[in-house]
């Protein structure tokens, strides 16, 4: 579905700060129907993927095929029906919608704005936004109300439905659950595996959570500083890490495990 | 931490809640009734006034510089006319002009703002050296020497003050669209597909309106104040039409035997600033309560 | 005595809605060499109760209603804000979530660590002995908390520092008065999980050495596994079930514990399986009888809905609130 290749990102050297090399050289390949972490600290490069990814930022280097056509090298017609079939789920519910529309405004915001492709009359989109709401365990006495209505979860779930207003064909999670409370984090998690179930979705799980990316993910990838430094199988990368990096960061995790407290260790 | 919210308030209610934000301030109450009554003013002030045809200029000689009294309330003028009548009509210049000043500026300033700040680059640069052009200009004198080329009058005026007005809120704009295109709703609007029109319409400006409409608000006042300076150097609105600061200045040669010509129209002008200072300041606390404090 | 002894405390916000019941019976205490964490939703109250501790809830509006703070015996409620000062950053130490705002950009770190220690020293700030004396303790926090070459460092500002840097230096300002009491709320969120080890291990060592009490308010139970002796879950502004961590997280006794247990993905978790909690926290501008958990818990029965529980002992200090397990109504 999505293949990456040799992807770099370099940010020429300024007045006073020299180049950046947000990320260096990496690949991976994201198959039909399945799910792929990227996990990393801050300033590992996830960010600048994800930037890359919706064409936001260009890259310096490589490619990033989407069905065999690569998203840097579109024209702004085709990067637009690109747009339609990659959609994307912020970080923070909070920020992500725009706190002056409605429920129904920012989910069939997409619909307008590919209206010279889906041809939807007014009476269809309202359809298909209360179908959204619905798929999302939400409801249609939930359209006209606005974000700040809503709680963390219930507006990340207006956020996904946004994201698949188009029927995308697949969707970037970029931090997703990080802002949430654990108990709506596992409602949002299972929600997601259950839309990509049913509708067919490949995900891209950005994430620094590798509890999380262990558990909706098969693969995943560990960036460090714009290097991909483990990728692999979510076993296979958490369970028997090649680098000592991933080892260290795997050991920091902090599980709900007491027998890893600090003070049975002295 | 948050508080978490009640379960789902309407519209009706978050209505509520501000009105009841609104009322913690007294000040801002005061305010809000001194521009209702300048309105009502305004709009019915020549059929309430007792002597409706001194505002278009009639006089009566034989009752010259009369103090204030039951029948003249605020005295009368070196042509006999009712000081009372004159400032009563002159609220409707006063607010048209004011009104004219700032939906022009804010409209102006407004678009040349979300233009420099949205698109950024050279764009932003030079509108942006501009509007630091005009600011540097000091803006009566600006207004002057534009009325002076146009000629006296109340459009010219308007325009004038206009010109030298707008700059205020061109950076207020940028700034405020600069601040919003970095937020997260922005991004997600701009990664679903839209376009710069769609951005800049949807979901930018709705999101500045705010802050315009508090200074809008603040700068009526002020507003008012530059029509009454230009009036009162002369250039302004051409008497006959009353305007409190032609009334004010053809009222300074008077003082201070006959002190009612000067102080009333002078009076009228500190309400109407004071108001509209009042009621800015209180939609500021409506519209962002995190302000206060 | 326990050093800080918090007994059924009761706190509500009057606002435009009506009251907000923001703690509602609160019972918790932490002895010196304890590390208790707090936890549950946002929105329970845990920052609140935090915040509590030290006096700064703007009060009014807020109103204690019912109960006491104790701190070494000194009932906190009844004193006056000036006894407060002399608390705070002295005695009672307090860590903030985002160490980004909780430094003035336009200071010195050295500038703004040197005020806090001469006012744990109740020293003249005028006086230049005082003063170095100050910035040698200060040096000497600094070194503690992991800052190489504290010395120079003292004279950068605070943008000059990473995040976990910071979150260090925030760590040194709070306990440069040597408090016997820290309140650290959420102090690792903000921060990558390698910076949260490396300032969790941080908060050990000192507690093991100082041996001062820390309260610490988070939403993470992979920290509270990882650093506190206690636990203490929180539901909708009272403590549903507190012990020792090992108690609790071995054998989680109230459902809505159970359930936050539940909620997080662990190595066995298979995809799908995960067990979320339906509803949402508790308005608390409703009154309520019974207990507050009863809507969202799957256990619940009738008589949930009658009385408040009391706490009950299930030995070890391991107390819950919960009739099903034990409590009466």
């Keep these: 579905m999505l293949e990456v290749k040799g992807l770099s990102k370099i940010y020429p050297a300024r007045r006073g700060s020299p180049a950046v090399t947000a990320l260096d050289d990496v690949s991976f390949t994201l198959a039909a129907n399945s799910a792929f972490g990227v996990v ?41 029906e690109i747009r339609a079939r990659i959609q994307i789920v912020f970080q923070d519910p ?56 809503f709680s963390g979860g219930q507006r990340q779930r207006i956020g996904i439905a946004r994201a698949l207003a188009v029927k995308p064909q697949m969707l970037i999670l970029d931090e997703p659950t990080s802002a949430l409370d654990v108990s709506v984090q596992a409602q949002i998690l299972n929600l997601l595996a259950e839309l990509q179930d049913s509708l067919k979705l490949s995900y891209l799980f950005i994430s620094h959570d590798l509890g999380v990316v262990r558990y909706i993910c098969d693969r995943a990838l560990l960036l460090l500083h714009g290097k ?30 007491p027998s890893q407290s600090l003070h049975l260790a002295c | 931490m948050t508080t978490p919210s009640t379960a789902h308030p309407s519209r009706w209610q978050n209505w509520q809640r501000s009105l009841y934000r609104f009322r913690q301030s007294g000040l801002s109450i005061a305010g809000l009734a001194i521009v209702l009554v300048l309105l009502v003013i305004a709009v019915g002030g020549s059929w309430i006034v007792p002597f409706p045809e001194h505002i278009s200029g009639g006089i009566n000689t034989a009752a010259r510089f009369k103090p204030p009294s039951s029948l ?48 950024g680059g050279w764009i932003d640069d030079v509108l942006m050296r501009l509007t630091d052009l005009m600011l540097t200009l000091p803006s009566l004198i600006l207004a002057m020497a534009i009325a002076a080329a146009l000629g006296a009058g109340l459009d010219n005026m308007v325009f004038a003050i206009s010109m030298s007005w707008w700059p205020g809120f061109a950076r207020l704009v940028r700034g405020e669209v600069i601040a919003k295109k970095e937020d997260l709703f922005v991004q997600a609007a701009r990664a ?102 | ?86 608390l705070r950053g002295r005695r009672i130490g307090m860590i903030f979530q985002d160490p980004t705002t909780n430094l003035n950009p336009l200071f010195r770190i050295g ?163 995960l067990q979320g909690l339906g509803g949402s926290v508790p308005d608390p501008y409703l009154p309520h009888a019974g207990c507050r958990f009863a809507p969202r818990c799957a256990w619940a029965e009738a008589r949930c809905g009658e009385a408040v529980p009391t706490e009950a002992d299930l030995g070890n200090g391991h107390r819950v609130a919960c009739i099903k397990a034990g409590g009466t109504a």
Aim: aromatic share 6%; proline share 5%.
């Design chain 3, 111 to 273: 500038e703004q660590m040197v005020d806090v220690a001469l006012h744990s020293m109740g020293a003249n700030r005028w006086s230049g002995s005082a003063r170095r004396e100050a910035r040698e303790r200060c040096i000497a926090m600094l070194e503690r908390v992991g800052i190489q070459d504290a010395h120079n460092r003292l004279d950068d500002y605070p943008h000059q520092f990473s995040g976990g840097m910071r979150q260090r230096v925030l760590i040194a300002m709070a306990l440069i008065g040597r408090p016997d009491l820290l309140i650290a709320d959420e102090p690792t969120t903000a921060l990558d999980v390698s910076v949260q080890a490396q300032i969790l291990q941080l908060l050990f060592d000192i507690v093991r050495e100082d041996k001062i009490a820390v309260l610490l308010i988070t939403h993470n139970l992979g920290v509270v596994a990882r650093l506190c002796t206690h636990v203490a879950v929180m539901y909708a502004g009272r403590i549903i079930e507190r012990g020792t961590m090992a108690d609790v997280f071995n054998q989680p006794s109230h459902p809505y514990t159970k359930a936050l247990l539940a909620a997080v993905p662990t190595q066995k978790t298979r995809k799908g399986t």
């Design chain 1, 40 to 80: 990393g600290e801050s300033g590992s490069g996830k960010t600048t993927l994800t930037r890359c990814l919706i064409g936001l930022e260009k890259p310096s280097q490589g490619e990033m095929l989407f069905e065999g056509r690569d998203i840097a090298r579109l024209s702004p017609a085709d990067l637009r």
């Design chain 1, 228 to 257: 991909v430094i483990e990728q692999g199988p979510v076993d296979q990368v958490f369970d028997h890490p090649q680098s000592d990096y991933a080892r260290r960061l795997i050991a920091a995790i902090p599980d709900v495990d």
């Design chain 1, 94 to 149: 909070y920020a992500s919608l725009n706190p002056r529309m409605s429920a129904q405004d920012i989910i069939g915001e997409p619909l307008l704005i590919h209206h010279d492709r889906l041809q939807l009359t007014a009476r269809a989109r309202t359809d298909r936004v209360v179908e959204l709401l619905e798929r999302v365990g939400l409801g249609v006495r939930h359209l006209h109300r606005y974000p700040h209505e």
């Design chain 2, 72 to 119: 003249y309330w605020f005295g009368t003028n070196e042509l006999g006319q009712d000081v009372f009548t004159l400032v009563m009509a002159g609220a409707r210049v006063s607010l048209i002009a004011g009104f004219g000043v700032v939906m022009i500026a804010a409209i102006l300033g407004g678009l040349i703002g979300a233009l420099a700040g949205y698109a």
């Design chain 3, 1 to 86: 005595m326990a050093l800080l002894s918090i007994e059924n405390l009761h706190l509500s916000i009057p606002s435009f809605e009506g009251e907000a019941r923001i703690l509602n019976g609160v019972d918790l205490s932490v002895e010196r060499g304890e590390i208790c964490g707090l936890v549950g939703e946002t929105g329970c109250g845990k920052s609140l109760t935090g915040l509590s501790v030290s006096k700064l809830v703007p009060s009014p509006p807020a109103r204690y209603d019912q109960g006491s703070i104790r701190f070494d015996g000194q009932d906190i409620l009844a004193l006056s804000e000036n006894a407060m000062r002399a």
């Design chain 2, 192 to 293: 679903l597909g839209a376009s710069d029109s769609r951005i800049l319409l949807r979901h930018v400006l709705p999101n500045v309106m705010s802050p315009i409409i508090i200074k809008m608000s603040l700068d009526m006042g002020f507003a008012i104040l530059a029509v009454a300076a230009l009036g009162f150097i002369g250039i302004g609105v051409k008497p006959p039409t009353p305007e409190w600061g032609s009334l004010l200045s053809l009222a300074r040669g008077y003082l201070p035997d006959y002190w009612w010509t000067a102080i009333f129209p002078g009076l009228a002008i500190f309400f109407a600033v004071l108001g509209f200072n009042l009621l800015g300041d209180g939609l500021r606390d409506l519209f962002d309560p995190k302000a206060r404090r």
